[in-house]
């Protein structure tokens, strides 16, 4: 037919065959062909039953989102299904590796569905601020009922082939062989006698819904959306489903999946899809990997045991060096108690659990860190102790060994610095805790060797982790920003602001949390710690601490916290002491309202951020964006920081800039001439955001 489908005949079964490399995605170049292959099929009295399988790794992996958003070429998607739905002769998908999105709705088109052992099927439009376009709203619900069809739409979370066969949205799961099994479930419903039910007829499982459990299964769901519009389009979806002829819901769908695609929030995550595959890569053609065998870990602290934990959850074996057997006996128990809380909640298998730390050897000797092709340094954040680590690193390190620091802000070229293979050294920056977060900054220092940058990018991408690649300066990306965007907190607090009217402009901006909140959550005595290392100073901060509030831990902070609750509460003396610091500076108290706080919290931050594109810290405006959605808690909905700035409008940004640069002559408010060139522009010249 053409080089992306292709038909074959294996005794009066056609077998379909997409071939679209890497992921058999639905693009124009498949539509065509395939729409074309199944109506001569059809109407061929030799076929009595076709099957659609695909080649390579996988099934059909989605649409073609570089599509979305400009003028559709026939046929779509709806009509290949549509289709489908015609033919009067068993139609069957033979799905392997993953059906997602376009791919699991084209399978819905089918009579049936046959799977192999390893296959993950899901609609993960969701994560895009969409919702399934092609009629998955409407057909899921008939296999699998209303509230399994609801929990998968709004998740976006693919199932398991045997999960899915449980739930009815699978025929027969195989081990083995699948297209030949495929091929021979084909031909046995050819032969059987009875009608062919297209699933949009199926309605017996929309009948057991009941309609009070699905309204307060949707009402938890829409709690959880933070203001993203896509989860409760995908609920109304489903009730459509439920509560309209077919027809009917499948139109409704369609305008839903228009509304959404052509909305902020959907571009915002569609740019972050592609942003997220960009930042990790590193520039120059066939850079030869290094091979990572065993890892390294110095400390087996919080953060060193959370990223020994990372890296044996992605199947490497790790050696953990403490200083003292008192200390690695410590560390290795806090990572069973860690697993065995993922044991107690059901993700994780009490021989999964087995697996993993088995991968953990445990040491005290800076020997046995001798056969290690990868050693990250997660020790307390001093140059002086970083310095002496790595200069005994030096010494038991193999040659090509990785070298590499977790520090949050130090200078990572001075670190180099103290080997004699500076080529080998840079930053690996988990956040914590480090086996659940999801960013890594990859800190290029002066003199890394790129394959030892693509070594450690690919090695995040197999642990699970979404890797940028950063320069080196004081706080790397996120933490720079983040100073940025703090440095009119307590400001705000002065001049008539609380807590938590500065925590809740951040949360109604779509913020899991404001910043005093998450202090209280980190623990205000490392934000302490760094200022008195830094030689600042903060004055209602700092005397929270001297007063042994350091936030959640000890039950007091910015809030006070009833004994086992993070829930925070207005505590009355930090707002008399806030009051007592502005009184002391002679600075009465005003309204403050959401619009000046957000102005004088995220426009700096957007500022930084257009100096360290103009540094060269960053590669791309949408890097920046990358670090902060998964580091940092921006709104996924909003894109990251310099992707809202044109959503917000550069030109107002630079003007309240310029407005509070006047009135306080605080460097933090002067516009970085990029941002002022994006103002003009609305393209990031470094790098677009857009």
Known sequence: MSNFVSVANENGVAVVTIDNPPVNALSFNVRKPLHEALMALRDDPATKAIVIACAGRTFVAGADITEFGKPVEQPELRAIIALLETIAKPTIAAIHGTALGGGLELALGCHFRIADRGARLGLPEVKLGLLPGGGGTVRLPRLVGAAKALD???????????????????????????????????GEMADRSGPLVPVRDRNGRLAETDPAFFDAQAAGLAKKARGLDAPLACAEAVRNAITLPFDEALAAERQLFAKLVSGDQSRAQRHLFFAEREAAKVPGKDL??????????????????????????????????????????????????????????????EEAKQQRLDLFRGSTDYADLGDCDLIIEAVFEDMAVKKEVFGRLDTVAKPGAILATNTSYLDVNAIAASTSRPQDVLGMHFFSPANVMKLLEIVRAEKTAPDALATVADLARRIGKVAVVVGVCHGFVGNRMLAARGAENEFLLLEGATPGQVDKAFTDFGWPMGPFQMGDLAGLDIGWRNRKARGQTAAIADTLCEQGRFGQKTGRGWYRYESGSREPIADPDVEALIRAKAADRGIAPRAIGAEEIIERTLYPLVNEGAKILEEGIAARASDIDVVWVNGYGFPVGKGGPMFWAGLEGAAKIVERLEHRHAKTGRAIFEPAPLLRRFAETGRWEVGDAR
């Open 288 to 349: 030869q990997k290094r091979g990572i065998a065993r890892v390294g870990i110095v400390g087996a602290g919080t953060m060193g045991g959370g990223i020994a934990m990372a890296l044996a959850n992605g199947g490497f074996p790790v050696t953990l060096l403490e200083t003292s057997a008192e200390a690695l006996r410590r560390g290795l128990a806090t990572i069973e108690k860690n697993y065995a809380v993922s044991v107690g909640r059901g993700s994780l298998s």
């Open 152 to 186: 998968m739409i709004v998740s976006g979370t693919p199932i398991p082939a045997g999960e899915a066969e449980a739930a009815g949205l699978v025929d027969a799961v195989f081990d083995d062989d699948l297209l030949a099994r495929t091929v021979r479930f084909a």
